[in-house]
């Protein structure tokens, strides 16, 4: 491509014997041919990109297809289970469970501990919608039982009620394009995976930026029901219609849809 550019800039020019000496005009621009024009546009428009990319913070995946309605990418790795090690491989819960997989930084860093309790605290609600939780780092399985045994009130994490899995080789991290090249380590992305093995819901969230297990809960029972009970998720709120009375039990749900459809991207809704 270089070389017919080239070739093309040179062939544009009149060439020193065909142009008569006493005829010769001033010195001026000479247009470039439309095509090095375009090219040059194109490398200015590329460069441009390039420098832009280096500004975000990229997780890269193993191809260009979507996760979210595409099998899981499976895995087996050691993990920290009741203060043991154990083994853990995602298809095993096909045909059988729900699972909820989680991403986090780092062990024993600024990554505050409190969500990750809390999937713990509640993983009695994630039984009983037939639902394993799964946490994962970049960590070694040492690693993740020092955290485990410390305790909370130091920093710790206390027991945990599901297995937290290592990813020191950082193929789990990179296959569910969480990972960041450069830093090593895993954005803090959630995906709800369906007992066939396939991805129904994701969510990457920036370092600093937590997640609701509320909302984890919500969109979990929302998956293959339209009518979800969303008073069991939030039993502080209350829903008014156009006209500013309470809605009643049984009421045509296109009175206050709007207004639902609209509460489900709410990142929290105050208790009264």
């Given at each position: 491509?270089?070389?017919?550019?080239?070739?093309?800039?040179?062939?544009?020019?009149?060439?020193?014997?065909?142009?008569?000496?006493?005829?010769?005009?001033?010195?001026?621009?000479?247009?470039?041919?439309?095509?090095?024009?375009?090219?040059?546009?194109?490398?200015?428009?590329?460069?441009?990109?390039?420098?832009?990319?280096?500004?975000?913070?990229?997780?890269?995946?193993?191809?260009?297809?979507?996760?979210?309605?595409?099998?899981?990418?499976?895995?087996?790795?050691e993990a920290v289970f009741d203060q043991e090690f154990v083994n853990v491989k995602l298809s095993d819960y096909i045909g059988k469970k729900y699972v909820i997989l989680?991403?986090?930084?780092?062990?024993?860093?600024?990554?505050c501990p409190t969500e990750i309790t809390a999937f713990s605290d509640r993983y009695e609600e994630f039984e009983k919608l037939n639902t394993e939780v799964l946490g994962?780092?970049?960590?070694?399985?040492?690693?993740?039982?020092?955290?485990?045994?410390?305790?909370?009130?130091?920093?710790?994490?206390?027991?945990?009620?599901?297995?937290?899995?290592?990813?020191?080789?950082?193929?789990?991290?990179?296959?569910?394009?969480?990972?960041?090249?450069?830093?090593?380590?895993?954005?803090?992305?959630?995906?709800?995976?369906?007992?066939e093995g396939v991805i129904q819901h994701s969510t990457i969230n920036n370092l600093a930026i937590g997640r609701s297990v509320d909302e984890t809960m919500r969109t979990?029972?929302?998956?293959?029901?339209?009518?979800?009970?969303?008073?069991?998720?939030?039993?502080?709120?209350?829903?008014?219609?156009?006209?500013?009375?309470?809605?009643?039990?049984?009421?045509?749900?296109?009175?206050?849809?709007?207004?639902?459809?609209?509460?489900?991207?709410?990142?929290?809704?105050?208790?009264?």
């Amino acid at each position: 491509m270089a070389c017919s550019f080239a070739a093309a800039a040179v062939s544009s020019a009149p060439t020193a014997a065909a142009r008569p000496l006493a005829a010769s005009p001033a010195p001026h621009s000479v247009s470039l041919p439309r095509v090095a024009s375009r090219s040059l546009r194109f490398a200015a428009s590329a460069a441009r990109s390039a420098r832009a990319s280096r500004l975000v913070a990229r997780a890269g995946g193993i191809d260009d297809l979507p996760l979210v309605g595409n099998k899981a990418p499976d895995f087996e790795a050691e993990a920290v289970f009741d203060q043991e090690f154990v083994n853990v491989k995602l298809s095993d819960y096909i045909g059988k469970k729900y699972v909820i997989l989680f991403f986090y930084p780092l062990d024993f860093t600024f990554v505050c501990p409190t969500e990750i309790t809390a999937f713990s605290d509640r993983y009695e609600e994630f039984e009983k919608l037939n639902t394993e939780v799964l946490g994962v780092s970049i960590d070694s399985v040492f690693s993740h039982l020092a955290w485990v045994q410390t305790d909370r009130k130091s920093g710790g994490l206390g027991d945990l009620k599901y297995p937290l899995v290592s990813d020191v080789t950082k193929s789990i991290s990179k296959s569910f394009g969480v990972l960041i090249p450069d830093q090593g380590i895993a954005l803090r992305g959630l995906f709800i995976i369906d007992k066939e093995g396939v991805i129904q819901h994701s969510t990457i969230n920036n370092l600093a930026i937590g997640r609701s297990v509320d909302e984890t809960m919500r969109t979990l029972q929302f998956q293959g029901s339209q009518s979800v009970n969303w008073k069991n998720v939030y039993p502080n709120l209350s829903i008014f219609n156009v006209s500013g009375t309470a809605v009643r039990p049984g009421e045509p749900r296109r009175v206050f849809w709007h207004l639902y459809a609209a509460m489900q991207y709410l990142p929290f809704v105050p208790s009264a």
